[in-house]
């Protein structure tokens, strides 16, 4: 009798061990963009993800003791994936807005930069909605910058929007719209390549409400457990220093949500 309660107590310590193995292997689908955005998400021809974003979503997976898997969404549907569950969360610089926390929840930000209007070298542009009348003012569909862009530009500028901001950044380096606005790490970046050589910043957008407080990872507002395992995390990297280490390799300017 003692044998059997034995071997019963062995096995169920057997199957706690392989229950607590498999919840420490969790697999969580990281949803990005398909189109690169860099130098937050850059695709390589190999076909793997590397940038700033791809290693902050690995610092904060090794935090939390789970699995990463980036999985390629389009970006105006990467909402209804996450709400669908074909995706555990959203990380790719997306901003905590009033109208999208009605639909999904977001951890805490993890940077903030703000948004910058480009256009050609030489050409003397004032930003206002009064200097930019009559003015084409491309964005990327989808994002604070189109949304600030309807709001102040609409009635006075024609808004030219765009799937992806590498059809945007084509276009402004052809002279196809006179002036963009788009996050400012993106910009100097692109500033630095061959295609955007003759074009500079034009000045910075004013702060509003509608830019929100940051960046943060988009989640299903019932993982609630999940959002404080990724709100721990990202304070946690942020006081230890790797955040600070990891934005060192891609930018000169600090970017950290404060």
């Known amino acids: 009798m003692k044998t059997t309660i034995k071997k019963l107590v062995l ?10 193995a498999n919840a420490s292997a969790t697999t969580l689908k990281i949803g990005v963009a398909a189109e690169p955005y860099p130098p937050f998400s850059i695709k390589q021809s190999s076909g793997q993800w590397s940038g700033f974003e791809i290693d902050l979503i690995n610092s904060i997976c090794k935090e939390i003791k789970a699995q990463c898997q980036i999985t390629e969404m389009s970006w105006d549907g990467i909402i209804p994936a996450l709400n669908s569950k074909k995706i555990d969360v959203i990380f ?7 109208e999208r926390e009605k639909v999904i929840a977001f951890s805490v930000p993890y940077y903030y930069t703000p948004a910058e209007f480009v256009g050609p070298k030489g ?5 206002t909605p009064a200097g930019l ?3 084409i ?7 604070t910058h189109a949304d600030f862009a309807k709001k102040y530009y609409e009635k006075t500028s024609t808004i030219k929007y765009y799937n992806t901001q590498d059809e945007l950044n084509a276009d402004v380096a052809a002279g196809r719209v006179d002036v963009m606005l788009e996050d400012t790490v993106a910009a100097i970046d692109f500033l630095k390549s061959k295609d955007g050589a003759n074009l500079e ?14 960046i943060g990872a988009g989640l299903r507002k019932s993982d609630v457990a999940l959002k404080k395992q990724f709100d721990d995390a990202i304070h946690n990297i942020q006081t230890s220093g790797t955040f600070n280490a990891i934005q060192k390799k891609y930018f000169k300017i600090d970017i950290s949500a404060k």
């Open 137 to 143: 003012i491309g964005v990327q569909a989808s994002t």
């Open 92 to 98: 790719n610089s997306m901003s905590i807005t009033p």
């Open 133 to 135: 009348k009559g003015k």
């Open 123 to 127: 050409v003397k542009l004032n930003t």
């Open 11 to 20: 096995s169920c310590a057997a199957t706690a061990t392989l229950l607590a």
């Open 201 to 214: 910043s034009k000045g910075f957008a004013p702060k509003d409400p509608i830019f929100g407080p940051g």
